[in-house]
């Protein structure tokens, strides 16, 4: 069994910054894939990044936050970070994190192969 539990979140003016975390119990096994998905209201839950945890770590991003979203991860905590910069309005949402034993090559997005979920963060972006 895995659990997750996410820290960090908030509201923020637009061009802003933020830090929201994700830290990870249970097997590592159960959590080689790592992502991070928001849903804003009345719309479907997005992958916004992704990372294998395993010791050549491997990321990705949505496009609509290339530049200015950055995630990593930390072994020795076992945690999972999305650090966020130059934040939009867009970028409004509750933040999940999600953990998989196994995603598809080029599914990471896709939040059906994620098993484990988070309660979700909320992040603000205001104009």
């Known amino acids: 069994q895995v659990q997750l539990e996410e820290s960090g979140g908030g509201s923020v003016q637009a061009g802003g910054s933020l830090k929201i975390s994700c830290a990870a119990s249970?097997?590592?096994?159960?959590?080689?894939?790592m992502g991070w998905f928001r849903q804003a209201p009345g719309k479907e839950r997005e992958g916004v990044a992704g990372?294998?945890?395993?010791?050549?770590?491997?990321?990705h991003l949505a496009d609509s936050v290339k530049g200015r979203f950055f995630i990593s991860r930390d072994r020795i905590r076992r945690t999972v970070s999305l650090e966020m910069k130059d934040l939009k309005p867009d970028d409004t949402g509750i933040y999940y994190c999600?953990?998989?034993?196994?995603?598809?090559?080029?599914?990471?997005?896709?939040?059906?192969?994620?098993?484990?979920w988070g309660q979700g963060t909320q992040v603000t972006v205001s104009s």
């Open positions: 249970g097997s590592p096994d159960n959590w080689r894939y």
């Open positions: 990372i294998f945890t395993g010791a050549a770590p491997t990321t």
């Open positions: 999600a953990a998989a034993s196994y995603v598809p090559p080029g599914q990471w997005y896709d939040p059906a192969p994620y098993t484990y």
